[in-house]
């Protein structure tokens, strides 16, 4: 077999078989394939889609590049829950612990942010102390005594993803269905849990700008994951504006403690529900949405959810007291209000271009290497449909620097008011099984 010959039948449209794609896949991990030959490769699979059958080839040949997680040893049903990156998107800090204030286990190897959408083990670790490298022992007891843990990668898994993803990130190779669904669903195989809940974004601060091909997107992974015997439920939502009214790193972990304690902003809180009510419905936990509903009210009431957080931050050496006392956060100097410069509504809010002032601002990484500064941020006052005063605050800048002007100008020009108001997009756009 030549790897030039497989990137010419895939160029003129023909399948490739099992064979041929392990030839790809094994041959790049171990270096006898070229980073130039996978290139074309990749940008091949761009312009002739992956079809389901080699969706399905890439995604096993992806999970058996690398190790397993085996989960047999913890005790009760284990559930994942994977987002495809959104701004502001805080979700699992608090999904996660409701989930494990009802007994499910989450294990969750998690990721770091790059470009204008933050990680969530970088919010972990705006935490003073949180240690996100535990090991793998301290990992399984962790979950089986609290249910909840929540670390970096510490096994080799998917080691072809590591090396595919960083190479499509230079070769514009990135936005393809069949690509980006064998990545995240060879990561979550290999993760171990039978339950799996995938929010998909939607809009202008995610992969998939429209709905229809985040409903390509979400399809081709519940299948994929199906096809493994895995439950799958994807959830379509709305990442026109950020999720929230915090983005950067302690400042979303504040508002998930705040959402916890029962004070979360109306669209987000709503999100949180809807994501948990789910898992507790696939798991048989809760027979309905009205009753998952109650009852997750009844555990962010009890502050139990909020313990599981407490708890988990205890078990990975954090110091849980900045639950109370937020002070315990690392501080900025300045806080700077933007005033608007009209009267009217907000119409739109993009979510990728306030990713892109946040990060600015050193809440998030250009290059992979770069130090993320955990406390600035953008506390947002106004979102999509509120009314505001010419003068009033839009947001606040939480900053080390006076000097913002850039950003302060730039995002006058993202929040876009006008004279009436729009409906307001709702933020569960679609649920798929
Ligand atoms: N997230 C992933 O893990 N992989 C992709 O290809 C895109 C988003």
Same mark, same amino acid.
Not at 379 to 403: M, P
């Given at each position: ?58 995604t096993m040949e992806m999970l058996q590049s690398g ?216 798991t048989k936990i809760c027979k309905s949405k009205e009753?998952?509903y109650q009852k997750i009210k009844e555990k962010i ?26 002070? +315990?956060?690392?501080?900025? *100097?300045? =806080?700077? /209000? ?5 009267? %009217?509504? #907000?119409?739109?809010? &993009? ?9 600015? +601002?050193?809440?998030?990484? *250009?290059? =992979?290497? /770069? ?5 600035? %941020?953008? #506390?947002?006052?106004? &979102? ?9 605050? +839009? ?7 006076? /000097? ?30």
């Amino acid at each position: 077999m030549r790897a030039v010959d497989i990137i010419i039948r895939k160029k003129q449209g023909f399948p490739l078989t099992k064979e041929e794609i392990h030839f790809l896949i094994d041959g790049y991990v171990k270096g006898t394939i070229p980073d130039y030959q996978m290139s074309a490769f990749l940008m091949a699979v761009c312009f002739v889609p992956l079809t389901e059958e080699e969706q399905y080839y890439m995604t096993m040949e992806m999970l058996q590049s690398g190790e397993q997680l085996d989960l047999s040893n913890i005790n009760g049903i284990c559930v994942d829950k994977h987002s495809t990156g959104g701004v502001g998107d805080k979700t699992t800090l608090v999904v996660g612990p409701i989930v494990a204030s009802f007994g499910l286990k989450l294990a969750k190897m998690s990721g770091r942010g790059l470009g204008h959408t933050g990680g969530t083990l970088d919010k972990l670790e705006s935490i003073p102390n949180f240690q996100i490298n535990i090991t793998p022992q301290e990992f399984f007891k962790q979950v089986n005594e609290i249910s909840i843990a929540v670390v970096g990668q510490s096994f080799n898994m998917v080691p072809a993803d590591k090396k595919l993803y960083a190479l499509r990130d230079v070769t514009g190779t990135v936005e393809s269905i069949g690509l980006i669904a064998s990545s995240i669903i060879s990561k979550k195989l290999a993760s171990g849990a039978k339950t799996i809940l995938l929010d998909v974004k939607v809009g202008d601060g995610a992969f998939m700008k429209d709905k229809k091909s985040a409903i390509e997107l979400a399809n081709a992974m519940v299948k994929l994951g199906k096809k493994n015997n895995r439950q799958m439920i994807a959830v379509l939502t709305n990442m026109e504006e950020p999720l929230g009214r915090m983005v950067g790193n302690s400042l979303e972990v504040i508002e998930a403690i705040e959402t916890l304690k029962g004070n979360g902003e109306e669209k987000f809180t709503e999100l949180c529900y809807e994501l948990s009510s789910e898992l507790l419905i696939e798991t048989k936990i809760c027979k309905s949405k009205e009753e998952a509903y109650q009852k997750i009210k009844e555990k962010i009431d009890n502050k139990e959810a909020l313990e599981k957080l407490r708890q988990m931050i205890n078990y990975q050496h954090g110091n849980s007291n900045v639950i109370d006392d937020y002070s +315990l956060f690392p501080q900025v *100097k300045y =806080k700077i /209000d933007v005033p608007s410069l009209k009267t %009217g509504y #907000v119409r739109m809010l &993009k979510a990728e271009e306030i990713g892109h002032c946040a990060m600015l +601002l050193g809440a998030g990484r *250009k290059n =992979k290497e /770069d130090k993320i500064d955990y406390a600035v %941020g953008i #506390v947002l006052n106004k &979102k999509v449909g509120d009314f505001v005063h010419q003068g009033d605050s +839009l947001c606040t800048i939480y900053s080390q620097t006076r /000097d913002i002007q850039e950003i302060i100008n730039k995002i006058q020009t993202i929040y876009q008011i006008e004279d009436n108001n729009k409906n307001n997009m709702p933020i569960i756009l679609e649920i798929i099984r």
